[in-house]
């Protein structure tokens, strides 16, 4: 959780410098509950799972996973209602 504090600090740091970087606190909420949510599954795949090849694979795609939600929530890759324009 401190991993996603630490990350979530990023952006609003980079509100205080630049007009560029605009989030509001529903933004923090879906950032933070995507991250710490992603790393508790992480966390529960590699608890449950013995064999290296299959943490290697479900992790992969949990992360795969992730970073599709986040860049269409941040720019809207797909064009889907929840994109961020």
């Not at 290697?56 to 889907?80: D, P, R, S, Y």
């Amino acid at each position: 959780m401190l991993t996603s504090a630490i990350l979530l600090l990023i952006p609003l740091i980079a509100m205080q410098f630049t007009d560029e970087v605009n989030w509001n606190l529903f933004d923090f909420i879906i950032a933070g509950t995507l991250l710490i949510g992603t790393g508790l599954i992480i966390q529960l795949v590699l608890r449950k799972t013995k064999k290296i090849k299959y943490r290697i694979i479900i992790v992969a795609a949990l992360l795969i996973v992730f970073l599709l939600i986040w860049a269409e929530l941040a720019v809207g890759i797909f064009g889907t209602p929840l994109s961020g324009h």
